[in-house]
């Protein structure tokens, strides 16, 4: 096999028939789209949302890659975003670490179905019974019976976590359903792939992904973890409140994520890199000079679906692209487009989130990097697609103004029109009493302090978050951390015959990221602050 698809070759052989454009199949005239009528959709979005920057790769048969970039890499700065400004491209890097693994596979030296503990004998789950069962291919699919974003908040803000921790933290994570018995998004267990390939490599994973995929697809711009002095690096941007994030004012924020989140999201990017790897994912790992990076089984390894996502009726008028049904395979969503099977991801982080896409039966690939947070690439994804597939016309640019309106009128709505109210009710101890230390067994330790009839609290292990909290409810507080440092969280405090017995937590705002999972905590408390 060539890595043709049969809609490829049916291309290839128009092509060197001579044929006219006239003569083309309609899908393969549309692909054949101007690169105007692309920066046209792009420009659109961006005067509609105040996009502050742009970056896109576009791969369509028997052309060379269109790459395309907009806008300003910072509000406020004349830097303009271009084919080699990095972005990070976040849970893309799934891709990545799943390929990474194909690599060692295709070397003999993992299975896709070998237990994880044949290669990390420390490796152990909350339910003793399901350490054994667990596969490399588990790791990589999301049915491990975890809740979404279990354990985030080990590496979101960035603290004093080390990827090694993942491993510390998975007994005590508890499952929310049976093992491969649903799904459920999760990163920490590609924090563990990324240990499974340093332990049988032998290479820490930012080295091998390097070596092994990076240098090989000539992807020059990429890092495998964030650097903090990148000259060509793009800015983060976020509205924050008031009253929560995602409402208000665009604004710069920092980034926040650190290494230990590099094998689930660590990877920075430019388009031109994205394009290189694209361009390997449809050819079925082949490169331009004939060379293999990964062998065509383990690229059809990694598209095929092995844990159900969703499931609808199907597209409606109001979304025409609602997939029927959609899976998770290695490091890629797989689901139907139109008719079409699509491959897909995205990523985010605070203050950038990508998507992209590939349509393999028609040699075609997105990829849509932006500096903002409100999710802007998806639409501008769907409208280049559409255009190359010349699917019937709809308005993204609409579709997406909808969605961001309810979404914040629901986030209104839930917080009974803001979070500057408190809850009816207060402390019911004096408050020097719930002053102490407070331990959870995954996350690590958190400090109650009291000064002056004020309550302050720190997360040892997280330096973002630390400031004062004020009452919030019954034996409740709410956090007030600088501004844009992640979320807020409401604490709240367990009570028995006058003393604090334990502290759980919830995010404040209903549009928080599901990284920032408060609600996984259960401290008890270990002593007084020291």
Known sequence: MNGLTTSRRQLLAYSLAGAGAATLPAWARAAEASDAEIDAIVGNFMRSYQTPGVAIAVLRPNRPPLLRAYGVRTLGRPDKVDIHTRFGIASHSKAFTAAALALLVDDGKIGWDDPVVKHLPDFRMYDAAVTP???????????????????????????????????????????????????????????????????????????????????????????????????????????????????????????????????????????????????????????????????????????????????????????????????????????????????????????????????????????????????????????????????????WVAFFGARMKQSQTEALASVAGGVDKAPAGGPSLPIARYAGRYRDPWYGDVVVTERRGKLAIDFVPTPAFKGPVEPWGPDSFRTRFPKGAGEDAVVTFALADGKVTGIRMKALSPLADFSYDFQHLAFVPVGRPS
Do not use: C
Request: aromatic letters at 8%.
């Open 133 to 395: 069962m667990m596969t490399v291919r588990d790791l990589l699919v999301h049915r491990s019976g975890l809740p979404l974003g279990a354990g985030d908040l080990m590496f979101f803000p960035a603290g004093s976590h080390v990827a090694a921790d993942a491993l510390k933290a998975l007994p005590y994570l508890k499952p929310v359903r049976g093992f491969r018995d649903g799904y459920d998004y999760d990163n920490i267990l590609y924090l563990v792939a990324g240990l499974l390939i340093e332990r049988v490599s032998g290479m820490g994973w930012d080295r091998f992904v390097q070596t092994r995929l990076f240098d090989p697809l000539g992807m020059v711009d990429a890092f495998p973890t964030r650097h903090d002095h990148d000259p060509n690096v793009a800015g983060r941007h976020a509205k924050l409140g008031p009253p929560v994030r995602g409402i208000g004012k665009l604004e710069v924020v920092a980034a926040d994520e650190g290494p230990m989140v590099d094998a689930a999201g660590g990877i920075n990017a430019s388009v031109a890199d994205m394009a290189k790897w694209f361009q390997a994912q449809l050819a079925g790992g082949l490169l331009p000079d004939g060379k293999r990076v990964w062998s065509a089984e383990q690229s059809k390894q990694m598209w095929t679906p092995a844990t159900i996502t969703a499931s609808t009726s199907g597209p409606t008028a109001e979304n025409p692209v609602r997939p029927v049904l959609q899976s998770y395979a290695l490091g890629w969503f797989v689901q139907d487009y139109r008719g079409l099977q699509m491959i897909q991801h995205s990523g985010g982080l605070s203050g950038q989130v990508t998507h992209s896409a590939m349509l393999p039966t028609r040699g075609i690939a997105v990829s849509v990097l932006t500096n903002v947070e409100d999710g802007v690439s998806q639409p501008i994804r769907n409208a280049i697609l559409d255009r190359l597939i010349d699917a019937p016309a709809f308005d």
